[in-house]
């Protein structure tokens, strides 16, 4: 599988598709990673400008880890949609098989696997986007915000994939440490992808 590599045509013609991937996994870690490409392109077009050399050093980094952000969640479209087949295999066990239950746990803890670093990966990008907001050029401060509105949608879209799968973990202690970590993503980012927003559409229709 390699969705990264197809066209956008193509990408949301599978999706749109009767094929179970790529899903709202897979759409999540693209929408990461544009959120997070954004948030390079911000800090692209402002190094090299007078008026922004005293932060240079500082966007120089960011872009540095935004690329590192970028290609994680772009890879993670496939790793999520290959962990779909042996859930899906796990799901067609018969349920009075005695290794079901340890197959399909496996599975369902790859499967989490994928959005929870997905989330991550869009926590870390919301951050760079935070700090981008105060030292990027203030001519790109709308893409700033399309880039935090991007990364708030994917982290919580993620958090759907984790729970969907770990309501059915036989394991109650890693689906609930799962669960609490992904509450928490979205309780605290949610937080900072808002006020980047609402500051970037207060400052652009002049209100402060």
Not at 187 to 199: G, L, R, T, V
């Amino acid at each position: 599988m390699d969705f990264i590599e197809q066209s956008c045509q193509s990408f949301t013609d599978v999706l749109a598709s009767k094929e179970a991937v790529p899903g709202g996994g897979g759409a999540s870690a693209l929408v990461g990673a544009i959120g997070i490409a954004l948030c390079s392109m911000v800090g692209n077009l402002t190094i090299g400008r007078k008026k922004y050399a005293a932060v240079e050093a500082d966007v120089k980094q960011m872009l540095h880890k935004g690329e590192v952000l970028r290609k994680e969640l772009l890879t993670l479209v496939d790793e999520d949609a290959r962990a779909f087949e042996p859930l899906s295999k796990a799901y067609a066990i018969p349920k009075d098989a005695p290794e079901r239950e340890a197959v399909m746990n496996d599975a369902l803890e790859k499967a989490c696997a994928a959005p929870l670093k997905m989330m991550n990966c869009c926590a870390e990008a919301l951050d760079l986007l935070s700090e981008m907001l105060e030292k990027g050029s203030v001519m790109l401060l709308s893409d700033v915000g399309c880039g935090a509105a991007f990364c708030k949608a994917a982290l919580v879209a993620a958090s759907m994939n984790v729970f969907i799968n770990t309501g059915s973990l036989a394991d109650k202690v890693k689906s609930g440490a799962m669960e609490k970590e992904a509450d928490e993503l979205v309780e605290k980012y949610s937080e900072i992808a808002d006020h980047i927003i609402n500051q970037v559409e207060n400052r652009i229709r002049k209100k402060v």
